[in-house]
């Protein structure tokens, strides 16, 4: 359940990332609102995977998918600039998001080590 928290998480960061731009310097409260639920619910959702992940391990991962996904969203919706080198780099950063997910430790284990008191 943490990495379903944790994708979550980043798709709102990406939203709201959008938001603080079209906000115009948080005046137009059309916009204010709607920025600051999302931010709200990213950050809840964020705070939910770290109880059974590693802060160092989810705070890459909630990041990542909040560049990666901002990155992506600006080229194909809002005219920022295209190239295949910048294309190449956010390839690479979602590989090694995928990369942390397959090195991660299973939640179980981490949930057996809190319960200990450890």
Known sequence: MAWFYLIIAGL????WA???KFSNGFTNMSV???TLILMIVS??????????????TAYAIFTGIGAFGTGIVGMLFLGDAFSIVK??????LISCIIGL???SEDSNE?????????
């Open 12 to 15: 709102c960061e990406v939203g």
């Open 18 to 20: 959008f938001g603080l």
């Open 32 to 34: 204010v609102f709607p």
């Open 43 to 56: 950050f809840w959702m964020f705070s939910k995977s770290l109880v059974s992940m590693p802060v160092s």
């Open 87 to 92: 294309l190449i780099l956010l390839v690479t």
């Open 101 to 103: 997910k397959l090195v």
């Open 110 to 118: 981490n949930d057996s080590v809190q319960e200990r008191g450890v």
